[in-house]
Nanobody, 123 residues
Framework: QVQLVESGGGLVQAGGSLRLSCAAS????????MGWFRQAPGREREFVAA????????NYADSVKGRFTISRDNAKNTVYLQMNSLKPEDTAVYYC????????????????WGQGTQVTVSS
């Protein structure tokens, strides 16, 4: 069992930056692939970024490539999402997820989910 708690969301102007954190508790955090997803009002949840557990391979949605960076600190049981050059279309609730397989977390989601943190980008 893994418990995930996101933080770091807020209101920011377009072009600004935010860093989201996801603190994990429970067993074997370092063995899970971690991902960030987001859901805007009236839209389905979508994949944002993922990171593997062993060599920290990363994968990004095309819409955030070059602007967002996912990283993890296994010693702190924490995964981060650095978001730069934010756009109004990045406004959403951002969710952290832990999944058993890095190869499928982007398409199938995680086995465990956090409660989400709101990110609002004003124009």
């Amino acid at each position: 069992q893994v418990q995930l708690v996101e933080s770091g969301g807020g209101l920011v102007q377009a072009g600004g930056s935010l860093r989201l954190s996801c603190a994990a508790s429970g067993r074997a955090f370092s063995s899970y692939a971690m991902g960030w997803f987001r859901q805007a009002p009236g839209r389905e949840r979508e994949f944002v970024a993922a990171i593997s557990w062993y060599i920290s391979s990363t994968n990004y949605a095309d819409s955030v490539k070059g602007r967002f960076t996912i990283s993890r600190d296994n010693a702190k049981n924490t995964v981060y999402l650095q978001m730069n050059s934010l756009k109004p279309e990045d406004t959403a609730v951002y969710y952290c997820a832990a999944g058993a397989r890095y190869s499928t977390i982007a398409t199938m989601g995680g086995n465990y989910w956090g409660q989400g943190t709101q990110v609002t980008v004003s124009s």
